[in-house]
């Protein structure tokens, strides 16, 4: 309990310091980007902000646990643990052929229609509408420092923020507090779905989540997450990028609508085998991240005083 609330307060940090900060010096407000128009008007710096913020709410706070934790910013989430190539290879490939199954689930969320008087398909719909517009005002930009800061935005940063800290650390504190790996990776995966604040994308988000954190309990380091994270935000790069070519967020939902039940089920197989592949070849190579069970302590006799 201590740790989740220390984890707690050094999230919120950050927050924090720009909140009291922007009281005395004039700093960017979120207000600034809340339109197309407003990101693609300070796209550079939207771009910069959107990663420096990630860092700060992920990555930091997760890294000064480490420290305070272990002594060493890396140590509790596992980044300096001996890595397996072969782990790191599977878990590429896993992710790369579950990409078809996750993106079908997408399309699936997005046909899901609610009674008007509950009035959530318009707030679907609008989250849905502002998350494209959000990417493609980010990959409108063609310049090359435009698609290397946008590639870094979306593939490098969020694997290694995301997972140090959803993986990293929630889950294994979760796991941790109670000695259950499952209830750990199933909650660490609702939280960092729920994070996204993306109704349609929560289910998928949410699967995908606890695959990551399968990987990372079975594999016991984190560079292995984090690379299957990669490939699988790498994955829809060039959709992203054709997309903001075309001047429509069509080319990304044709992409998922496209997807038949066939490929689906076949993507879904191919990930349960690979999955299952993957947990054998953890337990051949003992790398599952076991928490220690600690001995009980010794109650002195007050007779033997």
Known sequence: MLGFLMMFCLSVLPITIYLVASEFIDLPNMKAFETIEQQLANLDFARVYQIIVTLCVFALPAMIFSLLATNSFFKYPKLISNINWRLIGLAIVLFIFSYPFIGFLYSVMQGLSFPTSWGID??????DELESGLFLAFASDRTVIGVILTTLMMTIVPAFCEEIIFRGTFQRLLHESTRNP???????AIIFSAIHISPIGFIPRLLMGVMLGYVFYWSGNLWTSIAAHFFFNA???????AAAKSGADGVIKTADENISVVVALISFALAATLMYFFYKTAMRNNTIDVIPVQAPEKNENILDQ
């Open 122 to 127: 318009e707030f679907l719909r609008k989250q």
């Open 182 to 188: 499952h209830i750990a990776i199933i909650i660490s």
């Open 235 to 241: 994955i829809q790069i060039p959709v992203l990028f």
